[in-house]
Structures are given as C-alpha cells and as structure tokens.
C-alpha cells in the first residue's frame, strides 16, 4: 500500500498527541509528560546548544531573510528544520523516536512558491549536528564551519536558492537569558536567535537566476509545552530598522486575551526584553487567502523607544499550505522608522 509523506506525518502527530491533538496551535498546548521542561535557571553551552535537545518535544531551525536584486525588488526566503519528539531521547535506526520535517519558501511581490520534506530520525536521512555546524533534511542544507559562517540551499517546485551566510553580531537571548514566557500560565521555551546576518547568493526561478544580498535572521527555540491550552495562534515579527535597531515580537492570541513580548535589540547587539503588555499590536487590513481571512497590515507601536510604525506583507499571499499550515514573508515598514522584516502568523 502507497501511503504519501503527509498522511504518515498526520499518522504519527496523532500518535503523539492523540484526542488532545487540538489543544493549543498544532497540539502544542497539550500534556507533555515525560518531556524535559524548560528551565529558568538554564545556562547555555555552546557549541553543544546549536545541536538538537531530544529530551523536548519540539525544537526548530529557523531561518529568515530578506533580499534584494540589483534593480531593488524585494524578495523573501525561509529554510526551516523543525524536530517533534514522540518520546524523551533519541535512539539509532529505524526505532528513533524523532520525527523532523523541513519547510522552504521564496516570495516575491507577486509569487510564493514553498516546499516540504518529512523525515524520520535515525537513519541519516535529516538531523543536526553542532561542530561542524550542518542542518539537513535529504539534500536540503544549512551547514558552515559553525553559526556564524554558512551556506543555505534548498529547492522546490519553480525555485531554489543557494546563498553564503556571514554572521555580523552577537547572539541575542530572549526573556530572561533565554528563557521565554509565553503565556500567563508561565509556558516557555528556550530561545535565542542570531539576527545579524549579511546574506548574498542567487534565487532561481522559472525564469531563470537572480544574484541577490540581503540580511537574515536564525530563530533557535526548543520546549515541550510552549503554549498555554486555549492559545489557538501567534503573530511572530524579526524586524531590521534602518537605523540599526532591530526587533523581536510577538502576540500569541488565547481565549483569556493575548499576550505579547518582544525584544529591543541596538546597533551594538545590545538586547533589551520587553514583558507581556510593553508592547502593542494592532491588525489594521484582512486579506482573503486559502479560503480564510488573514491580517497582513499591522500597527506597531512601543512608545519608550519612539517606535510608532506600520508593517504591510511584500505578498499578502504567502501562504504555507503544509502539513501544519500557516503564513509567512517578508514584509515592508514604514512610519516613525522604515526597514524590512519578517512576519509568521499561525491559527487563522
């Protein structure tokens, strides 16, 4: 019997988190018994923290940029690798517990084009490794001599990339060293990123390569219940100002209200966190795709830094119709201050 990638994914997601599957955003509001929990208390060790954390339930690779041709159009690329725990631990071959799946998007003012990869752990076939630094799934590649320093390649349907990495600051570590509220229940995860990337490489699409440069940003995140029951979603920003500044934020929507915090980042790399409330966000335009209705104009605002602003998607239809599906691209700010960021909304 020929049973597709998707509908073994939903097999062993239901495997997982069985009649509580719907509690929170894709079951991550559910028990997780047996898991590691995050801990306040966590000092971060590296090299060892750029590889995966089997004892959680789920950990990600997330990468973001933003990118520009030679005649100035804005383009959007995303190269994740997430890792979901069916229990504690790894173990070798075929009975590895680990499941990992890969996303990858680009996006110009008129296209998204995206892809996905499954994997199970064990096997070779996808995983992370810290020294040297190498993230995959199949021929899909984030890999370098470390972080700071890498190459990204992935493909799809009608596009691919293959762009150089060179870190130009410091990590940033979110919360209280690295470890992020997510909500007033006191669910978190372990997260910090590095948004001081420089990027230049070549996007190839149907009609041929395109050499671009840019800037992006790595999320690193693992826990094993970061959401509260009731959260159905979030909207997640990375935001490049051009004085410098950079942004971290989000809101994570609930039946008791939202909660939101964020990160203040200065030219220097120098991070400020920012508690539930200390920021606003404000959905101001809908726009109609994959049969729902998604906001894709935002009002920013965070009055202790002068930061009064408005954040319009590049594409209002990137949409990412996977096996879990959400929306994510690159957006345009302007206002008080005007750059370019990215934008992930869940939930809708």
Do not use: C
């Amino acid at each position: 019997m020929n049973v597709d990638r998707r509908t073994l994914l939903a097999a062993l997601l239901a495997g997982t988190a069985g009649p509580v599957w719907a509690q929170g955003f894709a079951g991550l509001g559910s028990d997780a018994d047996g898991f590691s929990r995050p801990d306040p208390g966590y000092r971060f060790s590296f090299p060892a923290d750029h590889g995966p954390h089997p004892g959680f339930r789920i950990e990600w690779w997330y990468l973001t940029a933003n990118l520009r041709d030679a005649a100035g159009t804005d383009y959007g690329i995303q190269w994740t690798l997430f890792r979901s725990g069916l229990k504690p631990g790894e173990t070798a071959g075929w009975q590895s517990p680990q499941l990992w799946m890969g996303h990858a998007a680009l996006t110009t003012p008129d296209r998204h084009f995206h892809a996905e990869k499954i994997a199970r752990g064990g096997i070779g076939q996808a995983g992370v490794t810290p020294v040297p630094f190498e993230a995959w799934i199949d021929d899909w590649q984030m890999a370098g001599p470390d972080p700071d320093r890498l190459t990204l390649r992935a493909h799809g349907d009608g596009f691919a990339y293959d762009l150089r990495l060179q870190a130009e600051g410091p990590l940033i570590f979110h919360g209280q060293n690295g470890y992020s509220v997510k909500s007033a229940d006191g669910q978190a995860s372990h997260y910090y990123s590095q948004p001081h990337y420089v990027l230049n490489g070549v996007l190839t699409l149907p009609e041929g390569p395109v050499e671009v440069t840019g800037h992006g940003w790595l999320d690193r995140e693992w826990s094993s219940r970061p959401l509260a029951s009731d959260q159905s979603g979030w909207d997640w920003f990375s935001l490049t100002l051009d004085t410098g500044d950079k942004l971290m934020a989000f809101r994570l929507r609930g039946a008791r209200g939202d909660f939101t915090a964020a990160t203040w980042i200065d030219p220097q790399g120098r991070a400020v966190a920012l508690g539930n409330g200390e920021i606003t966000l404000i959905p101001n335009h809908f726009h109609p795709v994959a049969g729902r209705e998604v906001p894709t104009e935002w009002s920013l605002s965070l009055p202790e830094r002068q930061l009064d602003v408005t954040i319009r998607a590049v594409n209002p239809g990137a949409w990412m119709d996977m096996s879990v599906s959400y929306w994510e691209g690159p957006v345009r700010i302007t206002g008080s201050h005007s750059g370019r960021g990215y934008l992930e909304m869940t939930g809708y």
